[in-house]
Nanobody, 123 residues
Framework: EVQLVESGGGLVQAGGSLRLSCAAS????????IGWFRQAPGKEREGVSC????????EYADSIKDRFTMSGDNAENTVYLQMNSLKPEDTAVYYC????????????????WGQGTQVTVSS
């Protein structure tokens, strides 16, 4: 019954912006930690951002610090990732995930995961 669906990916030129969405259903949105992760071809999955359901803190990876912003719409059970000043190295499949345990989720373990959305940044 728990489902997360990402959308908003696409092809964009370096320096451009995209806004990813993750629509969640089947659980109480505010009770879960929510995270964004990405995986580039040939590379391990890495964390992008993660918000704790315990203290509401949002963590960002150094590689996207000051360029990406995570936000949510509790009424719509949707979390967003606003990506600005995109770089070719941001090219990856982006996933959202949710878990009751923020420590587990924000390390990339456990939880419920979406199918991912492709982001491609051209030079």
């Amino acid at each position: 019954e728990v489902q997360l669906v990402e959308s908003g990916g696409g092809l964009v030129q370096a320096g451009g912006s995209l806004r990813l969405s993750c629509a969640a259903s089947g659980f109480t949105f505010g009770d879960y930690a929510i995270g964004w992760f990405r995986q580039a071809p040939g590379k391990e999955r890495e964390g992008v951002s993660c918000i704790s359901n315990v203290d509401s803190r949002t963590e960002y990876a150094d590689s996207i610090k000051d360029r990406f912003t995570m936000s949510g719409d509790n009424a719509e059970n949707t979390v967003y990732l606003q990506m600005n000043s995109l770089k070719p190295e941001d090219t990856a499949v982006y996933y959202c995930a949710a878990d009751l345990n923020p420590h587990r989720l924000c390390r990339g373990n456990g939880g419920y995961w979406g199918q991912g959305t492709q982001v491609t940044v051209s030079s």
